[in-house]
């Protein structure tokens, strides 16, 4: 254990750092100097960091409030018209910054000198709007609340049951989503070590976002926010933009899109492992290590290249011939239940492994923490870097009481086993408990995905939950609420406390404190709880003429669907196709094994085995984004082997810009669309026999 000169205590020799920053010396002129290659830290390190208290500050709290309502008017209205949300949250810290920083400009003009604005009350906007833009499309208002009303019901054919019917009003949508969402954040605080230092989840949108503000904020010393530095940001930030404005002048709408289909495989391996390039899977390529990227490869050439072409040899056997799309009776049950099966094993698994190294160390110590929370993270021959030991000392110095979340969490089960069945009278309170059971788990398998891919797996989780409930009440009345309920109680646990997490990884790499993010997401989900349900009343008591009818300004296509597959699902799991249930215990038990060899192997084999969370990816939401990934990868290699130090400083920053330029382009063609104006070409890049068949229909005229 060693004290520096300040006090603070370390069990790491500072010799064996990659770089001896205190022997850098200063260096002048526009030379690469290696601590600000190397570290981020290095620059603040005259920065004061603030307590939690001084993190969270009113005005910070007034902004985000404004701009999340603002904002949740946009993501609303999006999700019930096109079926689609923005990634609106990436820009929250940036129009943060720069309202607080004019504001505080204004001020010092006049001869008022305030707080000054650190980039820990920005991550404080950042976490707080988007926990309330989080209640806007998590909040089920263009489908699993909406279809439970009457409007979606008579768009049914047959009888109407009127047990199955319970329209959206304000009072029980805000009591709905107050407790579900608050059981959310409080479900994964326990584990905030084990997956931001101990497991070093990448959170793309959570690191690029932290890359950003870091950037906005670092002093003006230094090449991380000189000048130089900018004109690299801003070049590839532009250059992501234009490409995306390219894509969309080829898209030719929906029906088209901007791909490139490869001359290789099978037919139906040509339709499923496409590349699109999108900059912003490339960016994330950038930010992922390679154990991410190969993994998700690894799933795509198994999924889309092996297993799927089989099961569509099986059409009319084993699944009718012709299907609906995205139901669970065709093709579309094995890529749902078969990703889920191999999340859900390799998140049991580790659940069981991180309960059981906690009872051995409580056993072996008695003052030591029942879970592995709060572990020393330095070991004496592990050396890290000055950016992490920072980092993680300064995310574990406040810490929250494992008390507070299970205790919380436990209180809020409680009440809402007692209120969602006198909401739902057809959902007993046993169906209640087993979801607050196993919500944890699934939470745990939601939030290590996103930390691996920025992926998520909520439309497969949904419908899953859907199918069981609903099978479990039967055909009685009321089954189709009970489903939906169940769908919507799930899906905002587990969405609130993956984005839980990100907001720790974003608070992890800008020196926030724990408590102001958790007290700031708190905080945005009571807000987005009130807001959301308001405006989504709003929207819909002023547009009455066809609201919700596929003919109108706001179709909510999603929720017609969850309906449909709430209806088919009080049949049971008789739905599912032959062999859905068998292949999917098989590859539970694979990801269990794979799991386990995974922790016994020698560490250089390691490497080898796929990690199953970001394997599983593809399985549900196609091959085209490992592709992209896998570009983004390749270019970090390349540039890596060209100058390491470079790209290893370098490549986050260049893969956040990338992000933020394809996420920007978001706006503009929403408006657009809105607007009903199409992209005039439609591009492709087909296989010579596609193209024949191409060639061959317009010869025709069919």
Known sequence: MKVNGEGEKSNLDHNDWSLNYNNLKEETGNEEKPHELHSVEFLFKDKEILPWQSQLTLRALVVSCAMGAFLSIFVIKMDLMFAMVPPVNLFAGFFGFLFISTWTKLL??????????????????????????????????????FAMSDIVVKQMPGPVNPKDIKNPSFGWMVVFLLLSSSAGLFTLLPFRKFMIIDKKLTFPTGSASANFINSFHAPRRGKLNGRRQTRKLNKFFSISFLWSIFQWLYSGGDSCGF???????????????????????IGMGMMCPFAITYSQLLGAILSSGILWPYI????????????????????????????????????????????????????????????????????EKTPVSYDEEVRTSTFLKDQIPKRVAIGGYVAIAIISLVVFPFIFPRLKWYQVLTLYLISPLLGLCRAYVTGLTDMSLSSALARTTILIFCSWTGKSSGSVLVGLAACGLLTLLTNVASNLMESFKLGYMTLSSPKSLFLSQLIGTLVGCFVSPYIFLYIKNHNPNGFGTPDSMFPAYYATGQRVAAMRATNGFSTLPKHCLSFSLAFFFAAILISLLRDWMPKKWKSLVPILMAFA???????????????????????????????????????????????????????????????????????????AQVETCLSSGS
């Open 108 to 145: 010092s003009a006049v001869g008022f000198m305030g707080q000054p604005f650190t980039r820990q009350e920005n991550v404080v906007i950042q976490v707080c709007v988007n926990a309330i833009i989080t209640m806007a499309f998590s909040g089920g208002f263009a489908n699993y609340l």
């Open 259 to 281: 791909h490139y289909f490869p001359t290789f495989g099978f037919k139906a391996f040509q339709r499923s492992f496409y590349f699109d390039f999108h900059s912003s899977y």
């Open 312 to 379: 569509q040899t099986k059409s009319g056997d084993w699944y009718p011939a012709k299907v609906t799309p995205r139901t669970l009776d065709g093709p579309q049950a094995y890529k749902v239940f078969i990703s889920l099966s191999i999340v859900i094993g390799d998140g049991a698994y580790h659940l069981v492994k991180i309960i059981f190294i906690g009872l051995f160390k409580h056993k072996n110590n008695d003052n030591s923490s029942a879970l592995p929370v709060a572990a020393n993270p330095f070991h």
């Open 617 to 691: 990816v593809p399985f549900n939401l196609g091959a085209y984004l490992s592709i992209d990934m896998c570009v983004g990868y390749l270019v970090f290699y390349l540039w890596r082997r060209k100058n390491k130090a470079q790209a290893e400083a370098l490549a986050p920053f260049v893969g956040s810009a990338l992000m933020f330029g394809d996420a920007l382009w978001w706006f503009p063609s929403t408006v657009l669309r809105m607007r009903n104006v199409i992209a005039p070409l439609c591009m492709r890049f087909l296989s010579r026999e596609m193209s």
